[in-house]
């Protein structure tokens, strides 16, 4: 069960289907027409319904649009892993007509809009990755071991057996300190994602990502003994390779940044994607 406020925040946004392939991917879309269009991609186990205080927040700055990657959300399932997430991001722009949008993306999401720019040059206005899953001995080779891909396979085939007290109780044990609002969506996500999206992991090296894009990209990161993944050496690394990025550490924070100091990460995001003007480090 949503709580009431995250439902009555999601009760206004518009929802529909776009058709990747042989994957129906649900859409949601909240905002202002008139504002530059910031697109949502949220990380392994999670939905577009996770960014939901991330919308309230920025609904007046911007045209928001949240997407259920496959095997997520209402999302549905391929029979074969014949697309990539980058692929199934570019469908929902061209079917949207979305000219110069900006990106953000936690974790895997933030993998993926990373992808997105790196692919298709001159697309992506902005970049906000929050804390992607790229440490320093993926730079060159990004894709998983066979052990690897079967543990999270197994993480996620979990949650199908787990009831809402018993997802709601790992969910306080994992992340005591998130605010009570955090985890009904989380819950929720957590019931619908399927172990299938273990196999949408495989990946090139970051490096080769990083040094392709071409627009402005904010890297947030916090701390490793948070649980934050991105290192302050991957972090100086990232900036090495792309003049375009700028690093930024939420203190007090790790891999969650959005949800564990929210009023900081929206403070950095908006100052970021709405005024224009770049981050000092």
């Known amino acids: 069960?949503?709580?009431?406020?995250?439902?009555d925040v999601t009760a206004r946004w518009d929802e529909f289907d776009v058709v990747a392939g042989d994957v129906t991917l649900h859409v949601y879309r909240v905002g202002r027409?008139?504002?530059?269009?910031l697109v949502l991609a949220h990380g392994l186990g999670d939905s577009g319904r996770c960014w939901w205080r991330v919308a309230a927040a920025l609904e007046d700055d911007a045209d928001l649009v949240?997407?259920?990657a496959r095997h997520h959300g209402r999302s549905?399932?391929?029979?074969?892993?014949?697309?990539?997430?980058?692929?199934?991001?570019?469908?929902v722009v061209d079917a949207l007509g979305l000219e110069h949008p900006s990106f953000m993306g936690h974790s895997l999401g933030a993998r993926t809009?990373?992808?997105?720019?790196?692919?298709?040059?001159?697309?992506a206005a902005r970049l906000v990755l929050i804390d992607p899953p790229w440490a320093a001995d993926r730079e060159l080779d990004g894709d998983l071991r066979a052990s690897e891909r079967e543990a999270i396979r197994g993480w996620l085939g979990s949650f199908a057996d787990m009831t809402d007290t018993d997802l709601a109780k790992l969910g306080r044990q994992q992340h005591p300190d998130w605010p009570d609002t955090e985890y009904d969506t989380w819950i929720e996500s957590k019931q619908q994602v399927q172990p299938g999206a273990a196999d949408d992991l495989s990946t090139v090296g970051w490096g080769s990502v990083v040094a392709?894009?071409?627009?402005?990209?904010l890297l947030l990161r916090g701390e490793a003994n948070c649980g934050g993944i991105v290192t302050d050496d991957v972090a100086r690394r990232m900036?090495?390779?792309?003049?375009?990025?700028?690093?930024?550490?939420?203190?007090?924070?790790?891999?969650?940044?959005h949800r564990e100091d929210f009023e900081a990460f929206i403070v950095v995001v908006r100052e970021f994607v709405s005024s224009g003007d770049e981050i000092t480090p």
């Open 212 to 217: 392709a894009i071409d627009c402005p990209t």
């Open 33 to 37: 027409a008139d504002r530059p269009t």
């Open 1 to 7: 069960m949503v709580s009431k406020r995250a439902g």
């Open 239 to 257: 900036v090495e390779l792309s003049d375009q990025v700028t690093s930024r550490r939420i203190e007090g924070t790790g891999h969650n940044i």
């Open 66 to 68: 949240m997407v259920d």
């Open 113 to 123: 809009v990373a992808h997105f720019a790196a692919m298709h040059p001159g697309h």
């Open 76 to 91: 549905s399932s391929p029979n074969t892993p014949a697309s990539s997430l980058t692929e199934d991001l570019a469908t």
